[in-house]
């Protein structure tokens, strides 16, 4: 039976998107070791020994990273993806986001931005070529490319990683009846930003990743998922869910009535309206 959905310009969807907890900085970890400079009176830090990509990141924010770990000018390492020789699809039309895999990268006197950023593709096509994430996406009737696009959106939206397997099947069954995916974590890419509050004049804005106007997936992942994101993007949640929402921290709450997503919804505008505002800084 067809299902009556309400106006997709007033459906929200997901929960608002996602609060940036993670700064647009290296995360680099090794040992500093304290180098005396007799001439100065000072110590300096020796350079770090390992640049850790967290899951989630964008490829922006992994370009910023390298840049500077590797002490280089702003830019250098995103001028660097036509020269790194990247294995990436067809798909990707030598976009490499979604293939900058989540890990500890070692880092030398001699790294350069081309060699990490080879290394990330690589670690990737390894994880993601194997057996159990091939056939999941084929079992699944689609190709790993799209996996791994639906696997970011996940990556984005989900609260926990208990979530996931539930986000994902929200995803699966839009897709197949047809729905716009209305999510706000891709009109957060579009706009390069990332935030909880997404408005009417947001899900109006020309994009392609803009998935309250367009249907079906964006036209390339979102951010790098890590590990669970894929296992929930080939293994989703069985379930009728078409609607989440993030009420407050910790409770996500997911469904197939568009009444009680809404009623929802108004819970979580009621708690966003109550919050205590972060210190700006």
């Known amino acids: 039976m067809q299902m009556n959905i309400p106006p997709r310009s007033r459906i929200r969807l997901t929960r608002k998107g996602r609060a940036a907890l993670i700064g647009l900085g290296a995360v680099v970890a090794g040992t500093a070791v304290a180098v005396p400079l007799l001439t100065v009176g000072r110590?300096?830090?020796?350079?770090?020994?390992?640049?850790v990509i967290p899951e989630g990141w964008r490829a922006s924010q992994v370009f910023a990273a390298v840049d500077r770990a590797l002490e280089l000018t702003p830019g250098t390492a995103k001028r660097a993806v036509p020269n790194a020789h990247l294995k990436l699809p067809g798909d990707a039309e030598g976009n490499p986001e979604g293939y900058l895999y989540p890990a500890t990268y070692p880092l030398t006197e001699k790294s350069r931005p081309e060699q990490l950023l080879k290394s990330m593709v690589d670690t990737a096509n390894r994880k993601f070529n194997g057996a159990p994430i091939a056939a999941g996406a084929q079992r699944n009737a689609m190709n790993l490319y799209q996996a791994i696009t639906i696997a970011s959106i996940?990556?984005?939206?989900?609260?926990?990683k208990a979530d996931m397997g539930m986000v994902a099947r929200v995803v699966f069954n839009r897709l197949e009846?047809?729905?716009?995916?209305?999510?706000?974590?891709t009109i957060n890419y579009a706009l390069g930003r990332t935030t909880l509050k997404t408005t009417l004049s947001d899900?109006?804005?020309?994009?392609p990743y803009n998935s309250y106007q367009r249907m079906g997936l964006p036209p390339t992942p979102i951010d790098n998922p890590g590990e669970a994101a894929m296992r929930a993007a080939i293994n989703p949640a069985p379930g009728n869910w078409l609607y989440f929402v993030t009420v407050k921290?910790?409770?996500?709450?997911?469904s197939a009535d568009y009444a009680e997503h809404q009623r929802n919804v108004a819970e979580f505008n009621a708690n966003q309206r109550t919050a205590v505002p972060s210190p700006t800084r």
């Open 43 to 51: 110590e300096k830090e020796a350079r770090p020994t390992s640049l």
């Open 154 to 160: 996940v990556q984005a939206e989900a609260s926990t």
């Open 177 to 185: 009846r047809g729905m716009p995916l209305q999510m706000d974590s």
């Open 203 to 207: 899900t109006r804005i020309e994009s």
């Open 249 to 254: 921290p910790g409770d996500t709450r997911f």
